[in-house]
């Protein structure tokens, strides 16, 4: 592998990190040849600045560096490769034409559109052709706007609906999909179920009927993979519960620049994103700090704190993933306030995860920072 020296006009911490990864992603997406070898004065500046064992620290994280680029266009290659053998299967090439078709005989603008994304799909190779045909097939019982109820569905937090605590998320999901109006047309078309609560027993011994469960099929689930790229470019004609926004966040345009000062903080991380499980990553809001209980010992569930301290955890990364997070903003020295505390910094901390050879990395910083930074990756609320 070749090697390109990086040299730095801005000495200053950040700066030289994000030239670091910048070089990083030109390596592995084909712009700049080669592999980058820092040079001393990059360490001997970040050593003085932070502390003696960062030297050591990078000095290991380009060790690791070439076999993770390695791996990085190995996957690319792999990718492109599988790709291209989609293209040219025949039953992919016979789904894109029942779309084109669809969308040729559709009236409505915004319905076409869906369609067009749900064929442009077709080149995800993680969800087979069958998948994708399933959809095809019964996506004319499903309008955009259910495509939308069913995503907001999916990404609900806690059990607090309308000033309401329910007993649970599924209960709570159910009293929101049926005010949306969106119960009717999700159910029929398969995409979500609904159990029987609990049994309860009253005081005098007699059951109590509780209420039904929501609960999203596989083939719901499967109907967002494929059109994730049409929700994405749209604004949801509803706010998601749990997910509202509190007193006291900064504006948006703010939330995304602190995230962009962290050096290539989102970049990596969406990177590692994709080679996940959904299941794998999760966005500790801070509502859970302090917690009070009602007077049936129930926990009360808080609004989050716009400042306070929350989390975005991945969790079944391997070390070298988790050491490319966390040189982008090292924990600093001294421990991190209690969850929910009021905390302006953003930084990363990874570990190995106990009894098994797979490690973990966490992001702490202002709740009204990282939600911007979850919703972006569509990283689960937990």
């Known amino acids: 592998m070749g090697s390109e020296i990086v040299r730095a006009s801005d000495d200053t911490p950040n ?3 994000s030239r670091y990864f910048e070089t ?15 040079t001393e004065a ?24 070439e076999d993770r680029v390695e791996e990085l266009q190995a996957a690319i290659r792999d990718f492109q490769a599988r790709a291209e053998e989609r293209a040219r299967d025949q039953e992919a090439q016979d789904v894109a034409w029942n779309y084109t078709t669809e969308a040729v005989q559709e009236a409505i603008k915004e319905r076409r559109e869906m369609l067009a994304h749900a064929q442009a799909a077709l080149l995800d190779v993680r969800i087979s052709v069958a998948s994708h045909a399933r959809v095809q097939r019964r996506l004319h019982e499903i309008e955009p706007r259910d495509v939308l109820a069913l995503y907001a569905v999916s990404r609900t937090y806690e059990r607090v609906f309308n000033g309401r605590q329910y007993r649970d998320q599924e209960e709570m ?20 179920r609904f159990t029987p609560g609990p049994s309860l027993i009253s005081g005098v011994g007699n059951p109590v009927m509780t209420p039904e469960r929501l609960v999203i099929t596989d083939f719901g689930d499967l109907v967002l993979q494929v059109l994730a790229g049409f929700i994405k470019k749209r604004e949801l004609p509803f706010t998601i519960p749990g997910r509202e926004h509190v007193d006291g966040e900064r504006p948006h345009d703010e939330a ?11 970049e990596t991380l969406s990177a590692i994103v994709l080679k996940h499980p ?26 989050p704190r716009a400042r306070g301290l929350t989390r975005i955890s991945i969790d079944g990364i391997s070390r070298e993933e988790a050491e490319t997070l966390f040189v982008c903003s090292p924990k600093p020295a001294g421990e991190l306030p209690q969850f929910g ?14 009894g098994t050879e797979t490690w973990f990395a ?3 910083g202002p709740h009204d920072v990282l939600r911007v930074l979850a919703d972006d990756l569509d990283i689960r609320w937990f």
């Open 173 to 192: 999901r159910t009293a929101f999909v049926t005010q949306i109006g969106a119960r009717d047309a999700l159910q029929s078309a398969g995409c979500i």
């Open 278 to 303: 959904r299941e794998h990553l999760r966005f500790q809001a801070s509502c859970w700090w302090p917690g009070e209980k009602d007077q049936s010992g129930s926990v009360v569930f808080l609004p």
């Open 256 to 266: 995304v620049q602190r995230i962009a000062d962290v050096a290539p903080l989102r």
């Open 24 to 38: 990083m992603l030109r390596m592995v997406f084909g712009v700049m040849p080669g592999g980058p070898i820092l």
């Open 362 to 364: 966490s992001i702490s």
């Open 341 to 354: 505390q009021p905390f302006e910094d953003v930084v990363v901390e990874r570990g190995k995860t106990d």
């Open 42 to 65: 990059f360490f001997d500046a970040r050593a003085r600045r932070e502390a003696a064992q960062f030297q050591s620290h990078m000095k290991l994280s380009v060790e690791c560096l």
């Open 15 to 17: 700066a030289m990190a």
